[in-house]
């Protein structure tokens, strides 16, 4: 069964600083992932996704993740983190089973300190 | 283009009424999937539209919740005799067409914060 954790349910990073959001997850055969960031009062939106093509996907706002088979992670990046990445993170992984199809992780809190 | 609309953006009600939050999902989108976000909270998956197929009602939480799709478009969540635990986010995203590979971003719409007195 197919399956995704987000390893930290809080990160608090400075500006400028690099930020490090973790995702591992659980799967029979190569998943779609993805991540999405969502800001107060707002709803999801679609940060970057893998599907089979280039390991090192690069989304929007300067954010990165690399899908690792071996450790079986999508950990996001980003360089240097500014006031406006503070927001929650989530991490989600495609499934086979059923008719709906995504598992989505519980969540990372990122607070960018000034 | 215009994104994934929902109604109303606030909903005050009092216990044991019923309720309708309405999404108006991205032209185009034949799939459509709902979700309750609680304070704090991670998502939880409540029901999955994909074109003229039967829905996926697997994550309904009781029967006082019920979702229509009219004409493959507009969808209405309904919350029959409000329960103070039903105080949530509700979350409507679209899609295109969702097929075996899972691959399809999903389009968030802003929510509708319900709160039951």
């Known amino acids: 069964a197919q399956s995704v954790t987000q390893l930290d349910s809080h990160v608090s990073v400075s500006e400028g600083t690099p930020v490090l959001l973790r995702c591992n997850y659980s799967s029979s055969y190569s998943p779609s992932l993805f991540w999405y960031v969502q800001h107060p009062n707002k709803g999801l939106q679609l940060l970057l996704k893998?599907?089979?093509?280039?390991?090192l996907v690069k989304g929007i706002n300067g954010f990165e993740a690399e899908f690792k088979k071996s450790e079986t992670s999508f950990h996001l990046t980003k360089p240097s983190a500014h006031m406006s990445d503070a927001a929650e993170y989530f991490c989600?992984?495609?499934?086979?089973?059923?008719?709906?199809?995504?598992?989505f992780g519980t969540g990372t809190r990122l607070k960018v300190l000034a | 283009g215009a994104g994934v609309s929902q109604s109303p953006s606030n909903k005050v009600t009092e216990k044991g009424k019923d309720v309708e939050l309405r999404c108006d999902p991205i032209?185009?989108?034949?799939?459509l999937y709902w979700y309750r976000q609680s304070l704090g909270q991670g998502l939880e998956f409540l029901i999955y539209?994909?074109?003229?197929?039967?829905?996926?009602k697997s994550g309904l939480p009781s029967d006082r919740f019920s979702a229509e799709r009219t004409g493959g478009s507009v969808s209405t969540l309904t919350i029959q005799r409000t329960q103070q635990e039903d105080s949530a986010v509700y979350l409507c995203?679209?899609?295109?067409?969702?097929?075996?590979?899972?691959?399809?971003?999903?389009?968030f719409g802003d929510g509708t914060r319900l709160s039951i007195l």
């Open positions: 989600v992984v495609s499934t086979t089973s059923g008719t709906y199809k995504y598992i």
């Open positions: 032209s185009g989108h034949t799939a």
């Open positions: 539209f994909q074109g003229n197929s039967a829905p996926d």
């Open positions: 893998y599907t089979s093509a280039a390991t």
């Open positions: 995203a679209s899609s295109l067409a969702d097929g075996m590979y899972s691959n399809q971003p999903q389009h």
